[in-house]
């Protein structure tokens, strides 16, 4: 097939969400630390009724029934996911529900796993197979499911949840550029989940914020490399649309593209503009490692691409800022707010991405964007996103609720006999929520 990509997308996250700014004064922080520190507004986070299961089986209902595809034309199904929950058992055997129903178990993929880049594995593994001998013909569905909750300290804030599903297949609106991939991996421990009693993670924060750092500028080189070997040119920021990154919180993301911009600059400093140049000129001369640490070249390079951030990266926060951190699907509900915000602008427009998990493992690849055909046209994929509704009909709890829930999940977490309240009444027709977990750790959810 041709322009193998996305055909469509749909997102769930869960009504349920605290202000930055209340849990800033809540937690006895500096005002502005989290929503001008971090740079985010607000914090979903699912009460006892939702998980990384319900959420994936709400998301992946609604994109079938609103592009009306039969789940029988799902041939390969993809789950990206670092929440745990049962560790053997995939959730993608849990999603195995909806499609058995219509007599279809004749369906590729289990689960990918590693921190925020499990859906970007899952991804390219779905890409891969329609792009490859054993493609059968029928799509490919990709599923990104996370519930990210830290322990009481300064990670707490950069929390989320959600879950996103992708159709993938030929003609795609969103289509892959397969050629330019740039990857780096290595072995890290600044994020990972050894203690299997706890759903928190052990985190060195500082560590984690320098290897995304160091991920990006050599997925970078890269994936430049790449395109100055395909294009016969040198890629400059002109050549993308936008560039969409993971969002653990929205500072990183400026600081990113500053650093995007500074990377510009040693490489070929006619690719920033003239002030710039004077701004970073002092920097010139920095190792790699100095770089990482020098407060004034962060702050100089987020003075110079400033604008160019306002113009290639604003769009993307949208979700991010307002979901926060939904590890797996981060990147991909960055990539739904900028078909959100610029459906009508990105005809034949290319997105640069940059998915990034601790570990660690990081690419950056491209899209190339087409206005499509309906169902799989970018102006429906907006109108089923449908983001301004769905943030709007939320509801806001106070600090105190919200801490309230993460201690019942403590205790909730790898336990057996127990039911939830069963409250749904914050949820959505159509939503999927946990009811009770039986002696032997089976989970049993309804729809409301
Ligand atoms: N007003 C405005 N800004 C403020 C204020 C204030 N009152 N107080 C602090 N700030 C700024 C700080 O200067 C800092 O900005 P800077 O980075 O530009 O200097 C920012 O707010 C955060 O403050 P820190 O003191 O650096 O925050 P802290 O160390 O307490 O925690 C951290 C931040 C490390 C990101 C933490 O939230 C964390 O560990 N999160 C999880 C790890 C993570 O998300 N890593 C990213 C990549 S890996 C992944 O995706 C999981």
Not at 4 to 30: K, N, R, W
Not at 191 to 196: G, N, R, T
Not at 210 to 220: E, G, H, I, K, Q
Not at 276 to 295: C, I, M, V, W
Request: with cysteine.
């Amino acid at each position: 097939g041709k322009n193998v990509g996305v055909l469509a997308m749909d997102i769930y996250f869960p009504p349920t969400c605290v202000l930055q700014e209340s849990l800033e004064a809540f937690d006895g922080a500096s005002k502005g630390k989290y929503t001008i520190g971090l740079g985010q507004d607000c914090m979903a986070f699912c009460t006892e009724v939702e998980d990384v299961i319900s959420m994936s089986l709400t998301v992946v209902t609604s994109l079938l029934e609103k592009y009306e595809i039969d789940p029988k034309q799902i041939g390969r199904l993809e789950v990206g996911s670092e929440t745990v929950i049962d560790k053997s058992k995939s959730i993608k055997t849990w999603l195995m529900k909806i499609f058995e129903e219509h007599g279809n178990t004749d369906i590729e993929g289990v689960d990918s796993t590693n921190a925020c880049y499990g859906g970007t594995a899952a991804l390219f593994n779905c890409v891969n197979w329609v792009e490859s001998n054993s493609w059968d013909g029928r799509y490919g569905l990709v599923v990104c499911t996370d519930s990210a909750v830290y322990a009481e300290g300064p990670a707490r804030p950069t929390g989320g949840a959600a879950a996103i599903a992708m159709l993938i297949g030929p003609n795609a609106p969103i289509a892959f550029e397969s050629k330019y991939r740039g990857t780096h991996m290595a072995h890290v421990y600044d994020f990972y989940k050894p203690i299997l009693a706890s759903e928190y993670p052990v985190v060195d924060g500082k560590l984690s914020q320098t290897c995304y750092l160091m991920a990006l500028d050599s997925c970078y080189k890269r994936y430049t490399n790449k395109y100055q070997k395909f294009e016969g040119k040198a890629f400059s920021n002109l050549d993308a649309d936008s560039f969409v990154f993971h969002s653990p919180y929205n500072k990183l993301v400026q600081k990113s593209f500053a650093r995007l911009y500074f990377n510009d600059f040693l490489r070929d400093s006619s690719l920033v503009d003239e002030n710039a140049k004077d701004k970073l000129e002092p920097f010139a001369h920095l190792t790699g490692d100095e770089s990482y640490q020098n407060r004034d070249l962060e702050k100089a390079s987020l003075q110079a691409s400033k604008q160019l951030y306002d113009e290639k990266v604003q769009p993307s926060t949208l979700i991010p800022k307002q979901v926060g951190n939904m590890y797996t699907a981060s990147l991909y509900a960055a990539l739904a707010s900028v078909i959100h915000h610029r459906h009508n602008n990105l005809d034949d427009k290319r997105l640069v991405m940059f998915s990034y998990g601790s570990g660690l493992s990081s690419t950056m690849f491209s899209f190339k964007l087409h206005s499509g055909q309906h169902p799989f046209s970018l102006s429906n994929i907006v109108s089923v996103l449908n983001v301004a509704e769905k943030l709007q009909g939320r509801h806001v709890f106070p600090p105190e609720k919200f801490v309230e829930t993460l201690q019942v999940m403590e205790h909730r977490y790898g336990a057996k006999d127990f039911e939830t309240s069963k409250d749904v009444s914050l949820l959505s027709p159509g939503t999927f929520f946990l009811t009770h977990v039986d002696s032997k750790y089976r989970r049993y959810y309804e729809k409301k």
